[in-house]
């Protein structure tokens, strides 16, 4: 059974979501560039006039910042233990840095939370959702600079402070190692293929370190609340039975995904993980400063997203780079030579709405797999299903197939819970539609549907089957899943 304090969620992040990209102080982000695809030395206004009959963009997203008291009212409807969203950076400090927060963006997130708080749904915040702030990637390069540890601290300290009482749950990053593969969210322009790899992992040294020091921050500042990072897991299984494959796989596990479990749980680099920067020349410089705060930035809990799993084979030394390339950002096809290469899993059933490869089981794999390397709570905070949903006549919207994935893999948490695993709660993303970070309103994945595409619409909000499914499962502790 479910715990009866078991948070049933949703989930959303700041620029996929609320608009007002440049409204009341609001500064841009890499998050806000990447999605504009506008240049910031230009005049926003004037940059942003040949975009939006391409794809829907953060500009407007969902129009959350205008329409929030609407959306929460429909999180009420819907029954949720626990709302999971990010705070803009760019809205509390513009560029960054600023000496002082912006008053009308902290206003917004009073107001929001003190709502949720009202009505008994859970404020689950996180602090940095890919939006890094413009302003430090000019001033000083963005994470590939030391300063952005502190700066990032302060940041969060001040949230820290600002929110105590009102937040219980904070999670420091989402998708580090995701967000590490995508040049445009870390402000990545370097060419040579090596030496843009090593900016990237001297990126996410610096972000692991912040991490760190933000989450003894949050101990220090509000010892009530619990704080975690959010990691991107997509277990991967050998395709075959030979050695070969079986040890592909594990390097597949260990160097995107397990490596950080143990920094975040453990506060050190696994020797495996440091064996292959140092071989590759991507090592980037830990002091022993460094060393103490991770030691010291031990996470409270442990949270991930899970979509969808894959496989793994043998990979050949004599790669060439461009080749590898070629595939980084690609999980389902990457390859590190010598190591592994990543393929499509064969025994798992695709989906014909949006071609992923369908692995309810790949969650209860994901538990016991993160579960065994921390020892820690477990919280789910996305996990759903993509697809260009239609808007019928009568305003209605049948989605049984978002349905049928969310149930099947709500199964397989309870699994999880059945063998001892502590898991804190589940987080559909979305609660409302958003703009994928890579298609934009084609790909939804809400229970709520937003009347919004490429080429406009009237941003209204409706409801679409797996709301009600949802609120259902919600209202039963799960009980209407469990029951055969």
């Known amino acids: 059974m479910f715990n009866k304090d078991f948070l049933w969620g949703c989930a959303t992040s700041a620029f996929?979501?609320?608009?007002?990209?440049?409204?009341?102080?609001?500064?841009?982000?890499?998050?806000?560039?990447?999605?504009?695809?506008?240049?910031?030395?230009?005049?926003?206004?004037?940059?942003?006039?040949n975009v939006g009959d391409k794809i829907a963009d953060s500009k407007v997203a969902s129009d959350h910042y205008h329409r929030w008291e609407e959306d929460v009212e429909l999180m009420k409807e819907c029954g949720l233990k626990s709302?999971?969203?990010?705070?803009?950076?760019?809205?509390?400090?513009?560029?960054?840095?600023?000496?002082?927060?912006?008053?009308?963006?902290?206003?917004?997130?009073?107001?929001?939370?003190?709502?949720?708080?009202?009505?008994?749904?859970?404020?689950?915040?996180?602090?940095?959702?890919?939006?890094?702030?413009?302003?430090?990637?000019?001033?000083?390069?963005?994470?590939?600079?030391?300063?952005?540890?502190?700066?990032?601290?302060?940041?969060?300290?001040?949230?820290f402070e600002h929110f105590k009482g009102r937040v219980r749950?904070?999670?420091?990053?989402?998708?580090?190692?995701?967000?590490i593969r995508r040049d445009g969210y870390l402000g990545i322009k370097e060419t040579n293929i090596l030496k843009r790899e090593q900016i990237r992992h001297r990126c996410n040294h610096h972000m692991f370190v912040a991490c760190a020091k933000a989450i003894a921050s949050c101990?220090?500042?509000?010892?009530?609340?619990?704080?975690?990072?959010?990691?991107?897991?997509?277990?991967?299984?050998?395709?075959?039975?030979?050695?070969?494959?079986?040890?592909?796989?594990?390097?597949?596990?260990?160097?995107?995904?397990?490596?950080m479990i143990e920094i975040?749980?453990?506060?050190?680099?696994?020797?495996?993980y440091l064996r292959w920067l140092t071989e590759n020349n991507w090592l980037p410089e830990i002091t022993d400063e460094d060393k103490a705060i991770l030691k010291n930035g031990i996470c409270d809990f442990y949270a991930f997203n899970y979509y969808r799993s894959n496989a793994a084979v043998a990979c050949p030394k004599d790669v060439p780079i461009e080749e590898v390339e070629k595939f980084r950002v690609d999980a389902r096809s990457r390859m590190l030579p010598g190591l592994c290469k990543c393929t499509?899993?064969?025994?798992?059933?695709?989906?014909?709405?949006?071609?992923?490869?369908?692995?309810?089981?790949?969650?209860?794999?994901?538990?016991?797999?993160?579960?065994?390397?921390?020892?820690?709570?477990l919280m789910i905070c996305e996990n759903g299903f993509g697809a260009p949903d239609t808007l019928e006549s009568n305003l209605q919207i049948h989605d049984d197939y978002r349905i049928e994935y969310l149930k099947e893999h709500i199964e397989q948490i309870h699994e999880a819970i059945l063998d001892g695993i502590p898991v804190i709660g589940y987080h559909v993303w979305t609660f409302m539609d958003v703009v994928s970070t890579s298609e934009g309103f084609r790909k939804r994945y809400g229970l709520v549907y937003v009347d919004?595409?490429?080429?406009?619409?009237?941003?209204?909000?409706?409801?679409?089957?797996?709301?009600?499914w949802y609120k259902n499962v919600i209202a039963t502790n799960g009980e209407s899943i469990l029951e055969k």
């Open 219 to 259: 101990h220090r500042i509000d010892p009530e609340a619990k704080i975690a990072p959010v990691m991107a897991y997509a277990p991967h299984y050998p395709l075959t039975g030979k050695p070969e494959d079986v040890l592909a796989a594990r390097n597949v596990n260990d160097l995107y995904f397990h490596y």
């Open 83 to 159: 709302y999971r969203f990010s705070i803009a950076w760019t809205r509390i400090f513009p560029n960054g840095d600023d000496e002082n927060a912006n008053e009308a963006g902290v206003l917004f997130y009073d107001n929001l939370i003190n709502k949720l708080n009202e009505y008994g749904i859970e404020p689950i915040v996180t602090l940095y959702h890919f939006d890094f702030p413009n302003g430090l990637q000019e001033k000083y390069g963005g994470w590939s600079d030391r300063q952005s540890i502190n700066d990032f601290d302060r940041y969060a300290s001040y949230l």
């Open 16 to 49: 996929q979501v609320e608009g007002a990209y440049n409204e009341d102080g609001k500064g841009l982000s890499l998050a806000d560039i990447r999605s504009l695809n506008i240049n910031p030395a230009e005049e926003p206004t004037k940059a942003l006039a």
């Open 169 to 179: 749950y904070w999670l420091v990053n989402n998708e580090q190692n995701a967000m």
């Open 344 to 377: 499509a899993n064969t025994y798992v059933k695709e989906s014909s709405l949006n071609k992923w490869r369908i692995d309810p089981i790949g969650l209860h794999i994901a538990f016991r797999n993160v579960y065994e390397l921390c020892h820690m709570p």
């Open 264 to 272: 975040h749980c453990r506060g050190e680099y696994p020797g495996y």
């Open 452 to 468: 919004r595409d490429e080429k406009g619409g009237n941003l209204n909000r409706y409801k679409k089957d797996s709301f009600y």
